[in-house]
């Protein structure tokens, strides 16, 4: 109960020479506390029964769409199964299998080169581009509107375009590359040159994180630039002294979704390339798709989701631990 | 004294910029110009998918491969598109996705305002602890649940359903349910202590004041949920196999299977299934940047 946890508080046994004193506060407290409990009982069991009826879907929605599968996902851990027979126990099967696989490696490398090269190049693009919004020019929501577009346009027709786009023989960019005298390139065909092209394609999907970071660049309060331009600094010193410490929590939240969302990358592989060539774009999500739904190997599937899922929290847990050292949180000093 | 101070600065800092030589000033507006230069080239590399996809969906399948490309093809083949519902239940597709899509998102906003109400306008023990959990949920990668509530699905016989695509929504979503309840506790709680002592219960408290005040944040959420549920790709391909239940992702990839030579029909059907997001972009762009900027800012 919100209202009598202060009560509660003052009435723990505390180690100290006035123990007794404070034991007796506690339990005036407490007196005072139950009393209205009894005062409020009936709207506070009305609120209880209302809050928790309210909130039922969601209750529901966590049992049923988190807590239970992540339960049940333990379980397939040591089964092998297949939806059609029984499932059987085969103890720590899985894990000997991942640990031998040489795809999961290969999967997780590709994932990896991926998040730790295109993240940061995505946060960058996204970056100037708010940048470039930001300045004072007429005609702003029109560059926003064009910036954003491709962020929107459903990824199986995007995909579908890209495959015509960094098509080798008469796809634009190839045609664009010739102007300068660049050889044609294979792009989705070249195991080398499939994952640069991907990344790519990511720089034209980082809408949202644009928007984030021109609100953040919005927000900066006009009187702390201000005061920075009377202690003598210029544009240059504005920006990077300032306006970038100021929303560092900002570039914060954009990376840790970066890296969350980078490592779920499915469909645009699942669309140009299934995983090749030579499973140079086999991206780990993909990996565990092709384990569980086209092999149908439920339990070892079901391991490879917990591998992920261990790698995107530790992830996640470091970033916030860094985070501590270059993020900037107002208020805090 | 210093704030006296700090004004006649700030005074004699505009009274500068004022000054400035001219020399200073042409060297701006150069800046300035080099920067509008930019901006262009860079809309004109973002717009490139877009006009490639357009102007592909109205050429012949001789014209796709002629180079230079043919930005505007001449004539336009307006053909292509009646073409793509002759070969392939594409109308079908585009009913099954508007069922989903209306279904989860009509889901999505109920339960978001439910829970969001009863987490935002109701104190009762346990609900801080809930809104933890809500929050939590927000940074979990999803895909560890994949597979077991695929098997959920397929235990109760809900494989080759449309319900695993939008029964979810009904349950609400941490993320929409995040957005209604920091819009509602914008809304002064005078409100519904006056319904309540005006004798309204909780439902009509939500459904009568808060609910007509809510109208930004339900924009928000039903545009989002509009999207995800128009968009989702992984949803369809594990759980829809009828072709005639194929939503307009997964009918778009099975006719680039089938028709993969015929790009330009290829363009058309793509055409289709983006046309309808760019309305919607174009027609409620502000409530959209809105909700994205809101995420972005509750990160913090």
Redesign the interface.
């Known amino acids: 109960?919100?209202v009598s946890s202060p009560g509660w508080a003052s009435g723990q046994p505390t180690p100290n020479p006035n123990g007794a004193v404070s034991q007796e506060v506690g339990a005036v407290a407490y007196a005072q506390t139950s009393q209205r409990a009894q005062y409020m009982t009936r709207s506070a069991r009305r609120?209880?029964r209302?809050?928790?009826?309210?909130?039922s879907?969601?209750?529901?929605?966590?049992i049923?769409?988190?807590a239970?599968?992540?339960l049940?996902?333990i379980f397939?851990i040591t089964q092998k199964w297949n939806?059609l027979v029984p499932p059987e126990y085969i103890g720590l099967g899985n894990i000997t299998r991942l640990v031998g696989d040489p795809l999961v490696k290969k999967s997780l490398l590709v994932t990896a080169y991926y998040t730790f090269v295109g993240v940061p190049l995505q946060l960058a693009v996204a970056f100037g581009?708010a940048v470039?919004l930001n300045?004072d020019?007429k005609g702003q929501s029109?560059?926003?509107?064009?910036?954003?577009?491709?962020s929107?346009?459903?990824?199986?027709?995007?995909g579908?375009?890209?495959l015509?786009?960094l098509n080798p023989?008469?796809g634009?960019v190839n045609?664009i590359l010739g102007w300068f005298g660049i050889a044609p390139i294979k792009w989705l065909f070249d195991p080398v040159a499939a994952m640069p092209a991907f990344i790519m394609m990511s720089l034209?999907t980082v809408?949202?994180a644009m928007?984030?970071?021109?609100?953040?660049l919005q927000?900066v309060p006009p009187e702390v630039l201000?005061a920075a331009?009377?202690d003598g600094a210029g544009n240059w010193g504005r920006f990077w002294k300032v306006k970038v410490p100021v929303i560092s929590?900002?570039v914060f939240?954009?990376l840790?979704?970066g890296i969350?969302g980078s490592?779920?990358v499915?469909?645009a592989s699942?669309?140009m390339t299934r995983g090749g060539p030579q499973n140079a774009t086999l991206f780990f999500?993909l990996y565990?798709?092709n384990q569980?739904?086209e092999l149908l190997r439920?339990g070892y599937?079901?391991v490879l989701?917990?591998v992920?899922?261990i790698i995107?929290?530790v992830f996640?847990t470091i970033q916030f631990a860094l985070g501590r050292r270059w993020v900037y949180?107002g208020g805090e000093l | 004294m210093t704030t006296v101070n700090?004004r006649m600065?700030?005074a004699s800092?505009v009274k500068e910029r004022t000054r400035m030589s001219r020399a200073a000033r042409s060297r701006r507006i150069a800046g300035?110009g080099a920067?509008?230069v930019?901006?262009i080239a860079?809309?004109v590399a973002?717009?490139?998918?877009?006009v490639?996809?357009a102007s592909?969906s109205l050429k012949t399948s001789g014209q796709?491969?002629?180079?230079?490309?043919e930005w505007i093809p001449n004539p336009p083949q307006w053909d292509n598109y009646p073409e793509v519902f002759r070969r392939l239940q594409f109308g079908r597709f585009i009913v099954n996705t508007l069922y989903v899509t209306v279904m989860g998102t009509v889901g999505s906003v109920l339960?978001s305002l439910?829970?969001a109400?009863?987490?935002a306008k109701?104190?009762?023990?346990?609900?801080?602890l809930?809104f933890a959990?809500?929050v939590g949920?927000m940074?979990?990668?999803?895909?560890?649940?994949?597979?077991?509530?695929?098997?959920?699905f397929?235990q109760i016989g809900w494989v080759g359903t449309f319900y695993p695509l939008w029964v979810?929504s009904?349950?609400?979503?941490a993320f929409y349910?995040f957005l209604v309840r920091q819009y509602m506790l914008t809304l002064p709680n005078e409100l519904n202590e006056a319904a309540r002592i005006d004798g309204a219960n909780?439902f009509a408290i939500?459904w009568r004041v808060i609910v007509p005040l809510c109208g930004p944040a339900i924009a928000s959420v039903a545009i989002f949920s509009f999207?995800a549920h128009?968009?989702n790709?992984?949803g369809p391909?594990?759980y829809l196999s009828d072709n005639n239940m194929y939503t307009?992702?997964?009918g778009?990839?099975w006719f680039?299977g089938r028709f993969g030579n015929f790009?330009h029909l290829?363009?058309a059907a793509?055409?289709i299934?983006?046309a309808p997001?760019?309305a919607l972009?174009?027609f409620a762009?502000s409530y959209f940047?809105q909700g994205?900027?809101f995420?972005?800012?509750a990160?913090?």
């Open positions: 109960m919100l609120d209880l209302d809050g928790l009826l309210f909130c879907p969601y209750i529901l929605g966590i049923l769409f988190w239970g599968p992540m049940y996902s397939l939806m581009l470039l300045l020019i029109v560059f926003r509107t064009v910036y954003y577009l491709p929107i346009t459903p990824a199986v027709a995007l579908v375009v890209w015509q786009i023989q008469y634009v045609a034209f809408g949202p928007i984030i970071f021109l609100a953040g927000s201000e331009t009377i929590p900002i939240f954009n840790v979704m969350i490592f779920q499915f469909t699942f669309v999500v565990i798709y569980a739904f439920m599937a079901a989701s917990w992920l899922f995107i929290m996640t949180y | 700090a600065s700030t800092a300035r920067l509008l930019l901006m860079l809309a973002f717009l490139v998918p877009l490639w996809l592909t796709v491969f002629i180079q230079p490309i339960s439910m829970v109400f009863g987490l109701i104190r009762w023990p346990g609900r801080d809930l959990l809500l949920t940074m979990l990668p999803g895909i560890v649940t994949m597979i077991p509530v695929f098997i959920m397929k979810p009904w349950f609400g979503s349910i909780n939500l999207l128009y968009n790709f992984m391909l594990i307009i992702p997964l778009l990839l680039q790009w290829v363009m793509s055409m299934s983006v997001v760019i972009f174009f762009q940047v994205v900027q995420a972005g800012l990160g913090r």
